[in-house]
């Protein structure tokens, strides 16, 4: 039992070592004329490209998969599979911070607070993928539209198809990541809170655990709330100025 459990747990090398690649590849090779100001970021993105999309259309696989899904089912092969794919994202994408923007601390502790759900789901408690794995689905469905439209703000000062892109993005990208992450994801958080506080996991998924599976994806939802609220208030003005400047 012990070994099986080793080498479960050096599954997540293989996705690592494909993340770390992409990094590098997009560093060094993809992005090598743009702005080494930018450079660390778009790498990010990258990598963000080669999960968040993947992970949405697998972890939706992996659930449509489980005939007994549900909060409290135990954890299948696939979906543990989904999870270690996830893992091997946000820990090269946590180096990536450490080394660039150590200050960061806010993503940094994301990232964090995201491992730790992942991991205790995946190798402390073997159920709740299921709860985790729709979390995923909402946070990465969004994933492909907003490093698009991160990369192209990254570089709307320096080139006019990035500014247009960014243009042309920013109202399509700001509504549907306001129906899912303001919408869909406080809706299906106050259903799984709904059945873990009346005891529907009690000895299977400990109370510690899941209350600070809550904690964590509240506080990530409230962040992106207040995020996308920002957003809307720039686009709001910016907007603004241009019509009083077409009217003077």
């Not at 990010?44 to 409290?72: K, M, Y």
């Not at 899941?210 to 686009?235: D, F, K, P, Q, T």
Request: charged residues 15%.
């Amino acid at each position: 039992m012990g070994l099986e459990l080793e080498l479960e747990s050096l599954v997540v090398l293989p996705f690592l070592f494909m993340f770390f690649i992409i990094y590098l590849f997009g560093y060094f090779i993809l992005f090598r004329n743009w702005s080494p100001k930018i450079r660390p970021e778009s790498a990010s993105c990258l990598i963000s490209l080669f999960h968040g999309t993947p992970a949405a259309i697998l972890g939706s696989a992996a659930i449509i998969a489980d005939q007994n899904r549900g909060f409290v089912a135990a954890n299948t092969g696939f979906q543990k599979l989904v999870l270690d794919f996830s893992t091997a994202y946000f820990l090269m994408d946590l180096v990536h911070y450490l080394v660039f923007f150590p200050g960061d601390v806010l993503f940094i502790a994301h990232h964090l607070a995201t491992l730790f759900v992942i991991v205790t789901c995946r190798h402390a408690v073997s159920h709740g993928a299921f709860s985790v794995i729709v979390l995923l689905v909402l946070a990465e469905v969004t994933s492909a539209c907003q490093n698009a439209w991160t990369l192209a703000a990254a570089r709307k000062g320096e080139d006019r198809f990035a500014s247009k892109v960014f243009d042309a993005l920013s109202l399509p990208f700001y509504a549907l990541y306001s129906v899912v992450r303001g919408f869909i994801g406080p809706y299906y958080m106050y259903r799984m809170v709904v059945f873990y506080a009346g005891g529907g996991a009690d000895g299977l998924v400990p109370r510690w655990v899941w209350i600070s599976w809550v904690v964590v994806v509240v506080m990530a939802i409230g962040v992106s709330i207040m995020w996308i609220s920002n957003l809307w208030l720039e686009l709001y003005r910016k907007r603004t100025r241009k019509l009083e400047d077409k009217i003077r």
